[in-house]
């Protein structure tokens, strides 16, 4: 028994032996100005057929290949601020592995491996999925704060993470100068023409830069740890500090993000409650003068200028054009409203039919945009 412990305890530290052999022999490649060789099957390679099946099994399920609706991509997981902020947490995440058809995925998978095959080998395994995973969530919340109601999906952010990381590494002087020079300035031509086409095309810049400016702080965290590849304990606390420490970020800008599109529709259920009560006077008894005088202004009057400040405090609020556009009606509408009821209190009071023509005029234009904004 006992020599075989005594076998057994010689073959692990010969084993642990060799292992730090090729990580030496991989750090002096890597500090010398070659890069260590690029492992096939890799985190990088895993990400990539992760990707892969994922939108395989989306066009699989019906999803069109080539330019996927939003409805598909909020379904699949993509980062949409009203189901982000509604418990759909994850999808900072899972928006990371979803592409808007194949050319998107394509050119995000090029991109990825490009660096991965530089990246991987340079920083190691677990720094390499660390950062991946950490710039993608990065460049999600990003894209939450300053897109209320774009449905954000690709591995974009993540990419840019990578690069802003490799970037931080070439600014510490980690890489040797014969290669320096030349990929820092590739690096950043690399990053604006990237940027520049997305703002040209309309892509999710937020979560690029998002991504990037996370990347680039990962690496300067790492790049320490990066210069004693034997050091495991640095390696873990790093890695667990620099996680931790990025999840409470994440969270506190997380908790920021105000859900536009939700307040919205609160204000609009508050809105119908009160149309509701201001319409309630022409179910008043018509012979009993004294009462619908009282209820064509102290309740009909009163509750549709409620109705306009709730319109006024959605004038304040990040939405779309189209709901713009039909706040506006709205606004149109209750004043439509409020003036039928004054001349309608007029013609009682007065006893006078001089006011029918212009009544008449206004719930005209009233019956014209309810159609409007009902679709009738």
Not at 20 to 44: L, V, W
Not at 76 to 87: H, I
Request: glycine share 8%.
């Amino acid at each position: 028994m006992d020599n075989f412990n005594n076998n057994s305890d010689s073959s692990v530290y010969e084993t642990n032996s060799q292992t730090e052999k090729a990580s030496a022999q991989a750090h002096t490649e890597s500090s010398t100005g070659t890069p260590a060789p690029f492992n096939t099957f890799g985190i990088t390679t895993l990400i990539i057929t992760i990707n892969v099946l994922i939108y395989a099994a989306m066009v699989v399920s019906g999803v069109n290949w080539l330019s996927p609706d939003v409805e598909d991509m909020v379904k699949w997981g993509g980062n949409f601020r009203p189901e982000t902020l509604d418990g759909g947490w994850f999808r900072l995440l899972t928006a990371c592995f979803l592409h808007y058809g194949i050319l998107h995925l394509l050119m995000n998978m090029y991109a990825l491996y490009y660096i991965g095959r530089i990246l991987e080998p340079t920083i190691g395994k677990l720094r390499f999925t660390t950062a991946y995973i950490l710039s993608g969530v990065g460049g999600s919340v990003v894209s939450l704060y300053f897109n209320s109601y774009v449905v954000s999906a690709g591995a974009s952010g993540a990419i840019f993470g990578m690069y802003g990381l490799y970037l931080a590494l070439l600014t510490v002087k980690y890489i040797p100068m014969v290669r320096r020079k030349d990929e820092l300035t590739s690096m950043i031509v690399f990053i604006v023409y990237n940027l520049a086409a997305g703002q040209a095309f309309k892509f999710d810049n937020a979560a690029h830069i998002g991504g990037l400016v996370s990347g680039f702080l990962i690496g300067r965290i790492y790049a320490h740890s990066i210069s004693e590849p034997f050091n495991r304990s640095l390696l873990r606390n790093t890695t667990i500090g620099l996680t931790v420490g990025f999840l409470l970020i994440i969270t506190m800008v997380f908790q920021t993000v105000t859900d536009h599109i939700g307040i919205y529709e609160e204000k609009m259920k508050r809105f119908a409650m009160l149309e509701k009560s201001a319409l309630e006077v022409y179910g008043v008894n018509t012979e009993n003068r004294e009462n619908l005088l009282y209820e064509l202004t102290e309740r009909g009057v009163y509750y549709w200028n409620e109705a306009k400040q709730v319109l006024t405090e959605i004038e304040r609020l990040d939405i779309p054009d189209e709901l713009k556009q039909k706040n506006m009606s709205l606004q149109r509408y209750c004043d439509l409203r409020i003036k039928v009821y004054e001349l309608t209190h007029r013609a009682i009071s007065n006893d006078t039919d001089e006011f029918n023509s212009q009544i008449e005029k206004y719930n005209l234009e009233i019956e014209e945009l309810v159609k409007k904004l009902t679709g009738a």
